[in-house]
């Protein structure tokens, strides 16, 4: 590939960081991160699962650490609980509280179904290719950090 179209894929990345700067503002207090751990939840749900911290920390790939602390950030301000196995008291589930599914509705559901439909002249094949191509990106920008030292 080009130099010049590397480029171009690194300032695409850029304008992709700003559309997120333009999502709507949250309650003060409340990180982007709780409405993705929400929209977890509920995916991990709609597969019939009891949801611990390991299957968030799985799901977004994310460390445990992180995700146990945003977790209990996430409790203390009434967006979920945690609930003890009966079973074996040593595994916690979560489940998202009243305050948490009206957090969850208001900036995830009701704010991207809206803005599904002014994203019509773009394919499912587009968003598709796109998705792959800037994890592809992600990747190997992980995986080889250049050092110019």
Known sequence: MKTEKIKE????????KRIRDLLPELPNGVSPSYIQFLDTI???EDQ?????ISDISDALNLPRPGVTRTV????EKGYLNK?????????????ITEEGEKLSDKYDRKYYGEL????DNISEEEADCMIRTVRKLYQVMRERRINLE
């Open 42 to 44: 509920h995916k991990l």
């Open 9 to 16: 894929m690194i300032d695409a990345c850029y304008l992709a």
């Open 72 to 75: 209990k950030e996430m409790e």
């Open 48 to 52: 019939n699962k009891k949801v611990k």
């Open 116 to 119: 599904s439909g002014y994203l």
């Open 83 to 95: 609930i003890s196995s009966d079973e074996d008291g040593r595994i916690t589930y979560i489940s």
